[in-house]
């Protein structure tokens, strides 16, 4: 026993529990490579709706080699993402887990987060240094599967709610979006959320802005594979604080502003930026006001996006607020009434978003 635990007196059953927990963690650790294979190489694809497979079977289908695909197709067994039959020695992913892994339209998908959980790894360098300077880790020197990552990821809940229940959510704004209304869409990323916007009111006209040049030119390459114009949709390099006003009737923020250095000084050109009766709508994780009402496993999953992505993304611009990912509401109305704002009300909430409608 360490010096250290020999001064305290230990509960032998809660240690054993707590190390079976942390074996069950660990396994799902390693399981996080075994799930980007999956996704990559098309495992999962090729499993979704063909019943059961033998490993050789998958092996032919995928191009992939037997050996390898027998090893992975045990460790999903194992970990309960496909069932597996000793009497046939056959493998089956189940539609559920199909839903999850398979599908990229599913509102189910999840695949994209792993792409997020390796970039947490290659930038781990980075965030330890930051640790230990107080400084930040900029978006741009983030490694690209983040990017990927957070567009596949958060592309999930956009497609499920945006049309069909965020933007109703507002106080006139579909009725205007049907019309044809001016939109700028800030912090669009890869473009998911504009794009979405852009197909379903086609009267309108949106514009995406954002500071990261790259993401920028694969949301116009996405808008072109969409076949989207840019009379209808077009993307720009701009930051939250200086992207052109042009009495915009629809501003847009989809989890970005917790990202944002100066999120007051963002939330000040966007009131300068609206039409007089504009709409600010700001897509946030969801989160509770207090840190304990926010311990549990969603908690849990922002909060280690937020230490290792979101503040030192936010600490590496100027002011670096680092509202963090689980700032809350209370918090972000503050912010939002730093900025002008007089009008602020959540109009949905869900166990992953709220969404913060927000009038001069």
Known sequence: ???????????EEKLQAFMGRMIVEAGAINSAPLILLGDRLGLYRAMAGAGPVTSAELAEKTGTDERYIREWLSAQAASEYVTYEPETG????PPEQAMVFADEDSPA???GMFDMTEGLYRTIDKVENAFRTGAGV?????????????????????????????????DGVEEKLKAGATVADIGCGHGASTILMAKAYPKS????????GPSVEEARERAAEAGLGEDRVRFEVASAKDFPAAGY?????????????DPVGAAAHVYETLAANGTWMIVEPFANDRLEENLNPVGRLYYAGSTMICTPASKAQEVGLALGAQAGEARLSEVLARGGFTRVRCAVRSP???ILEAKP
């Not at 009737?249 to 250095?261: I, K, Q, Y």
């Open 109 to 111: 998908f999840l695949a």
């Open 138 to 170: 900029a978006w741009g020197d983030q490694h690209a599967c983040v990017c990927h990552g957070v567009a596949r990821f958060y592309r999930t809940s956009y497609q499920a709610n945006l049309i069909a229940t965020w933007i109703p959510a507002l």
């Open 1 to 11: 026993m360490s010096a250290a635990a020999a001064t305290t007196e230990i509960d």
């Open 249 to 261: 009737d629809l501003v847009t923020t989809f989890d970005a502003l917790h990202d944002m250095g």
């Open 205 to 212: 006209r949106f514009i995406g802005f954002d500071f990261h």
């Open 90 to 93: 056959r493998f089956t992913l």
């Open 352 to 354: 992953f978003n709220m």
